[in-house]
């Protein structure tokens, strides 16, 4: 007996699903400091739960596949009141463009140390901050000594918990907002080095994401304090952010 196409329609539309909710749980799991649980069922205000074993928090997540209208803007998909209650982000994964590189930070990493630079031992960077291996800020907490010389193994450790937060604090900052891969890693590069905070300071950039106007997102990259700190940085940053789209 034939599937009537309704049938058909609806099975391509949950089997559609259940590859995104799979890929975006690739997603995470990419990276070592995560660990994502699903609940039994698949049904409910939830699809994925991921543990952050550095930070020890949970973030709950509804994964919905990234759409487009026909004139080429993204669709926004909102919370339920029930999911804004149990802090649920919506998750806008697109799995053609994140297959082959999802969470993949590999690329990212190596760029974000070339620019830090590496030393062994706790210096003063130009700010006279006690710095140590990829530009890790030296905290009161940290088991490091002045004076002495580590190997790298010991940078990696501290570069990674870094990394961490950086993307954490990014993920935090874009919210619902949809971002590509190269547009997240934008935003991860600047957190690494400007901090959470000084990022979440550049309203017209993060009004320009929210317009899906990436053009001007670059334009408010380019004019700030951090172009004039760090202009060959802050530069290269504008430049992947304006070309990300094409």
């Known amino acids: 007996m034939a599937q009537s196409s309704t049938t058909l329609r609806n099975r391509n ?6 590859e995104t909710e799979l890929l975006a749980a690739a997603h995470f799991v990419k990276d070592p400091n995560k660990i994502v649980f699903t609940p039994i069922g698949g049904r409910g205000p939830i699809d994925l739960l991921v543990l952050d074993l550095v930070t020890g928090e949970y973030q709950a997540y509804d994964v919905k596949t990234r759409n487009f209208r026909s004139n080429g803007s993204k669709i926004n998909r909102s919370r339920t009141a029930e999911q804004r209650k149990l802090g649920v982000k919506i998750f806008n994964f697109d799995p053609q463009q994140t297959r082959g590189t999802m969470a993949d930070y590999t690329e990212l990493k190596n760029k974000i140390k070339k620019h830090e630079g590496y030393r062994d031992h706790i210096y003063l960077d130009s700010l006279s901050i006690p710095t140590f291996g990829y530009g890790h800020m030296v905290l009161p907490t940290d088991d490091l000594v002045e004076g002495k010389h580590y190997p790298i193994e010991v940078a990696e450790e501290y570069f990674d918990k870094d990394f961490n937060i950086a ?13 590509n891969f190269i547009q997240k890693c934008c935003i991860i590069q600047m957190v690494y080095q400007l901090g959470k905070p000084r990022t979440s300071k550049f309203k017209k950039m993060w009004q320009a994401l929210k317009d899906g106007d990436i053009q001007e997102a670059s334009a408010q990259i380019l004019d700030s304090l951090w172009n004039k700190q760090t202009p060959g940085r802050c530069a290269e940053v504008a430049s992947e952010m304006a070309s990300s789209n094409i």
Do not use: F, H
């Open 13 to 18: 539309t949950a089997a559609k699903g259940l």
């Open 167 to 179: 993307v954490k604090g990014a993920e935090e900052l874009i919210g619902e907002i949809s971002l």
